[in-house]
């Protein structure tokens, strides 16, 4: 529990800190309003950050969302409070709100912290890391990733061991365990709610295998494989760590679904995946990549033309609808779908989805 609460004003309360809420603060900031942005991660940048490339020019996600996030690190008139949680908001009149902030505490001084790692590599524990997915590990004291910003060490205090490894090889003795909560109660003019996309999750539904069989992954996981701080130096599948040669997406997943409460369309899964088929083919290009869709909604700028290019490299589009996955022993998987245009039911065997 924090042990004081801390008065501050600002102009404007930014909720989120990926690249809508870091834009959103930017602006106002360069308009000369005061401004606190704040994010529940140890890192600003958001998803888009962790991201390979953007659909349909194929630029570097990392290098559009990076100068942003530094030009918003820098800026006088932002101040950024990661690791923190907006507790509640009252709106007092029309351009007046009182706000509850907490800031959890990283257990590093951050203004010591030189990001140098040390820390990190005396840390013995070892946990899933969240910010690949949980496609490997990271230690109990750790930086984010690579690009994250700030660039400051966190203690990971519910798998830390108190162990005082991190400790003895600080070279600025920012470790501090005594850390705590700090509760904010703030005065500000206006609210910006920038908190983004939550993720489905496809253990939502059970016969497409997600979390029962290994080779079964999101397209998130698959994102950091093909990103540039990826943690593999290849695409590789979670079994057994070989390369997939023949790799499957299932589009519309949790939504237009009404027994999961989505019937509606997503707007994002076609491009996108049409997106990753074709880093896939650049890749790996002895890889046969099948995108089952139920229909393709390729409807903004260069979207159709995208649509088609991906055609023309070879990746295979099937119209069809997934009824169940099962592994094989060595495995492979076998996809059970109904051919849409053929009105027949089909299977297809492949090494990853």
């Known amino acids: 529990m924090p042990e004081k609460i801390i008065n501050a004003s600002y102009d404007a309360l930014v909720i989120g800190g990926g690249i809508a809420g870091g834009e959103a603060a930017l602006n106002l900031a360069n308009n000369g309003f005061k401004v606190l942005l704040v994010e529940k991660d140890l890192s600003i940048g958001g998803k888009m950050i962790l991201l390979s490339k953007v659909f349909p020019t194929l ?3 990392a290098c ?4 942003k996030v530094s030009e918003i690190s820098r800026h006088s008139g932002i101040t950024i409070f990661t690791g923190s949680e907006v507790r509640k908001i009252v709106k007092k009149s029309e351009s007046s709100f009182e706000a509850e902030v ?41 930086i984010p990733f690579s690009i994250a910003s700030p660039r400051i060490a966190a203690i990971d205090i519910e798998n830390c061991t108190l162990c005082g490894a991190c400790e003895k090889v600080c ?23 920038a908190t983004g996309f939550k993720l489905f999750d496809p253990v939502m539904i059970p016969r497409y295998g997600y979390g029962i069989y290994k080779n079964i992954i999101t397209s998130m996981q698959m994102e950091r494989q093909l990103a540039p701080t990826r943690p593999y130096n290849t695409i590789l599948r979670p079994r057994d760590g070989k390369v997939p040669d023949r790799i499957a997406y299932v589009l519309c997943t949790g939504s237009r679904d009404v027994t999961l409460g989505n019937p509606i369309c997503s707007q994002i899964c076609c491009m996108y995946s049409t997106k990753q088929a074709q880093l896939l083919m650049g890749t ?3 890889a046969d990549v099948t995108i089952y869709y139920i ?14 290019q ?23 998987l076998i996809l059970r779908y109904e051919d849409i245009n053929e009105n027949i039911v089909k299977e297809a065997e492949h090494t990853i989805w």
């Open 64 to 67: 559009i969302t990076t100068p």
């Open 171 to 193: 070279p600025t003795k920012c470790i501090d365990f005594t850390q705590k909560s700090e509760a904010y109660h703030l005065d500000i003019k206006t609210v910006i709610i």
């Open 59 to 61: 630029d570097c996600s």
């Open 310 to 332: 991906a055609k023309g490299m070879g990746v295979n589009f099937v119209k069809g609808k997934i009824g169940k996955i099962k592994e094989k022993e060595d495995g492979n």
């Open 102 to 142: 907490t800031r959890n505490p990283r257990y590093v001084i951050a203004e010591d912290c030189t990001g140098c790692q040390l820390c990190e590599e005396a840390c013995p524990v070892l946990v899933s890391d969240q910010y690949q997915f949980n496609l490997v590990g990271r230690k109990a004291a750790f």
């Open 284 to 286: 790996l290009p002895m």
């Open 295 to 308: 229909n393709i909604r390729s409807f903004g700028k260069g979207f159709e033309e995208f649509y088609d």
